[in-house]
């Protein structure tokens, strides 16, 4: 099978495993838990396969398929990998069957519907990575809202509709704008060129006026900024996290907020380069408010789930820093804390899920001395916390390091032209590392020390199920940490010509060839 065949195969799994349980006999809980970890864990070994084969030598698309879909439009079913969407294909798969794992008993009815949507969920987002057709890509993009409207408005809190009509109006709104936009765009193209075509790599050869640059790259940019979600467009996560289900929390933080930032490296800031070094001072803004007010949020929270929601708002923001620097060290450094964050995250939401199942409580206050109540379980816990720290050897200090080494190297020398702004944000995003390291280690101090309480005792420390899962991504975490060179390998390519595209272009004037 050749690695393009392999990739569609990576890309339809799920729908087929989707069809699939509904041809199982209804009731049978465990075959549709056993089918679901079946199909997510062959899609993963797929993915470990093509990153395997990704050349890291090789720069633009590979594993291409590109088969004319809506011809008079001029849309195709265009799909491929590169070093942009290389690690973010195999995160994907690599949380789908853990998150399945997670949910074994804490989904009790409805059942196969859930695993339904979970494994449609899977199909939308790895189709968003992997589309390179802009009309396929938007298709993907309204289709991931579907299943998980579902996750949590079924399986979801006692508030869950309020949640889940907050997070539809949100996305909603920013897509309607995206639409409008990529129509526009096409035509503008079209015009220009008397071809339509929705692929990217037409759309990257469009040459508009800065003024209509800025105004579809506000388009866009409202849409992935809702996504990421950036400060003050962040408020429908935590209550979509909080009103989750323990599986709708971990595919929400490991890989659903990363399509907004995937969304301004891939299409946003290419797209529109001229335009975007009109916004980077506002941007660069909100993403270093977005670090600060996102950690100081975390910090006075009692809900634990919130707590990690907030912390994913600071931590996103150090992704859109690295990606505004348009230094080669920030860029790559924000692939690799998206890559570090759905991890972390990931790890964080999956122990407030276990320990929910059995206290049945979110609030921090209720808890104390569970390190000695639950050694396992503390280990992990203070595991996850360095990470989301940033310690040294764990992959969130890999990420957090090279974005602000990053910030400070394009910021140096605009410094020295006059220009303190960027230097001044740059300063300010590391007092995020400081406010990270105090809403973490707070949240560490009163869940496992002091006191012993718990809503319910005794507690009952992780099963072989749950250690197996946190164990699996402690591995990933500290690999990704201590060796980072292989990703790096696979992204520098694309990192360097996103670099490229975008300061090689001057305002108000056309693209560098």
């Known amino acids: ?65 590109s088969v ?10 265009a799909i491929g990998m590169d070093g942009v969407n290389v690690l973010l294909v195999l995160l994907t798969g690599f949380l789908g069957p853990l998150v399945v794992l997670g949910a074994w ?5 409805d059942v196969t519907l859930f695993h339904v949507m979970v494994l449609l969920l899977q199909f939308a987002m790895m189709g968003a990575f992997l589309a390179q057709d802009l009309f396929l890509f938007y298709v993907f993009w309204e289709a991931m809202l579907i299943p998980m409207f579902l996750i949590i408005g079924i399986w979801g809190g006692a508030r869950r509709s309020y949640a889940t009509i907050k997070f539809v109006l949100y996305t909603a709104f920013g ?63 935590p209550d979509a996290h909080v009103e989750a289900p323990t599986p709708g929390s971990v595919i929400l ?30 941007l660069m803004t909100l993403s270093v408010v977005s ?15 919130k707590i990690i929601a907030y912390s994913s708002i600071s931590h996103l923001g150090y992704v859109m820093l690295g990606l505004l620097s348009l230094d080669l060290a920030g860029i790559q450094g924000a692939i690799i804390q998206m890559v570090s964050h759905g991890l972390v995250a990931a790890g964080l939401f999956l122990l407030v899920g276990m320990v929910y199942e059995r206290c049945h409580t979110r609030e921090l206050s209720a808890y104390g001395g569970l390190a000695r109540q639950i050694p396992v379980y503390g280990v992990f ?14 992959s969130g200090f890999t990420g957090e390091f090279m974005v602000l080494l990053g910030a400070f190297n394009a910021a140096w020398p605009q410094h020295l032209d006059g220009n303190q702004l960027p230097l001044v944000l740059a300063v300010v995003a590391v007092t995020g590392v400081v406010l990270g390291a105090l809403y973490m280690l707070r949240f560490a101090l009163t869940f496992l020390f002091g006191p012993v309480k718990a809503p319910h005792t005794p507690l009952h420390d992780l099963s072989l199920r749950e250690r197996s899962i946190l164990g699996i991504l402690v591995i990933s975490i500290f690999a990704l940490g201590l060796f980072p060179d292989g990703a790096l390998r696979k992204t520098e390519l694309a990192a360097k010509a996103f670099q490229t595209r975008l300061t090689a272009t001057q305002v108000g004037g056309g693209h560098a060839n």
């Open 1 to 65: 099978m050749s690695d393009a065949m392999l990739l569609n195969w990576v890309l339809f799994l799920p729908l087929l495993g989707a069809a699939g349980l509904l041809a199982l006999p209804r009731g049978n809980g465990a075959a549709v838990r056993m089918v679901t970890v079946g199909v997510m864990t062959a899609q993963f070994l797929m993915t470990v396969m093509l990153y395997a084969h990704f050349d890291a030598t090789v720069s633009g698309l590979q594993f291409a398929t």
């Open 68 to 77: 004319p879909w809506i011809a008079e439009w001029g849309v195709s079913y």
């Open 105 to 109: 008993t804490a989904i009790e009815r």
């Open 175 to 237: 897509s309607i704008l995206m639409l409008a936009a990529l129509i526009y765009l096409v035509q503008s193209l079209q015009n220009a060129g008397g071809v339509a075509s929705f692929a990217f790599a037409d759309l990257m050869q469009a040459q508009l006026p800065l003024d209509v640059q800025v105004t579809l790259l506000a388009a866009f940019a409202l849409s992935f900024a809702i996504k990421v979600p950036m400060v003050p467009l962040h408020t429908w996560l």
């Open 253 to 282: 933080a490991g890989v659903l907020l990363k399509m907004g930032t995937y969304g301004f490296i891939k299409l946003g800031f290419p797209l529109f380069p001229d335009a975007t070094r009109v916004f980077t001072p506002v």
């Open 291 to 305: 670090i600060v007010y996102g950690a100081c949020l975390a910090l006075v929270q009692n809900d634990i789930k």
């Open 381 to 394: 816990f203070i595991i996850f916390t360095l990470a989301s720290v940033g310690l040294p050897t764990t």
